[in-house]
Nanobody, 125 residues
Framework: QVQLVESGGGLVQAGDSLRLSCAASGRTFSSYAMGWFRQVPGKEREFVAAISSNEITTDYTDSVKGRFTISRDNAKNTVYLQMISLKPEDTAVYYC??????????????????WGQGTQVTVSS
């Protein structure tokens, strides 16, 4: 069992930066691929970024490439999402997720077994 707790969301202006954190419980964190997803009311949850368990593979949705960076610290059981040059369209609830996925399947939401409660990110124009 893995429990995930996100933090770091907030209200910022366009062009600002935020760093989201996701702290995981359990001693097997390093065996899980970690992903960030986001959801806007009335829309489906979408993939944002993910990192493989061995940190070798990262993947990003096109709209955040060059602006968002995912990283993990296995010693701290934490995954991060550094977001720069934020845009109003980045406004959403951001969720982290953990799963034992192959690197080529990091975008597959169904492959993630554990999800956090989400943290709100609001970017004003």
């Amino acid at each position: 069992q893995v429990q995930l707790v996100e933090s770091g969301g907030g209200l910022v202006q366009a062009g600002d930066s935020l760093r989201l954190s996701c702290a995981a419980s359990g001693r097997t964190f390093s065996s899980y691929a970690m992903g960030w997803f986001r959801q806007v009311p009335g829309k489906e949850r979408e993939f944002v970024a993910a990192i493989s368990s061995n940190e070798i593979t990262t993947d990003y949705t096109d709209s955040v490439k060059g602006r968002f960076t995912i990283s993990r610290d296995n010693a701290k059981n934490t995954v991060y999402l550094q977001m720069i040059s934020l845009k109003p369209e980045d406004t959403a609830v951001y969720y982290c997720a953990a799963g034992q996925l192959a690197p080529w399947l990091l975008r597959n939401q169904r492959g993630y077994d554990y999800w956090g409660q989400g943290t709100q990110v609001t970017v004003s124009s």
